[in-house]
């Protein structure tokens, strides 16, 4: 529903209640607007409590991703710094071809 229809509910809801006369709640006798009003209330105020929970639940998820990530990344770089200590073949530095050529012209 969101924030936006959550809010929208709690209006509507408070309209019905507080604002519709009771001339207007006569001429609709088969249907009770007060109640009908606070049901409106209550279902915005529980949409505004879902959905600031799931808005601070999905932070908290994309930190701890963001979080697993950064130390992927760094064990990553970490072991192919050793790798080229160690003069492992597991990354090999990139060959200049044409650095033969310039040698060879100096």
Known sequence: MGLGGSIFFLVFGALLVF???????????????????????????????????????????????HESYQTARLARRDAIKRADAANNPVRQKRRDP???ERQAAD
Do not use: C, N, P
Not at 28 to 34: K, Q, R
């Open 19 to 65: 604002a519709v006369t009771d001339k207007a709640k006569q001429d609709v006798e088969w249907l009770d607007l007060s109640a009908t009003g606070w049901i409106f209330m209550i279902a915005g105020i529980i949409g505004i409590a879902l959905t600031s929970w799931y808005a601070q639940h999905k932070k908290q998820l994309r930190k701890e991703v």
């Open 98 to 100: 044409m650095a033969d």
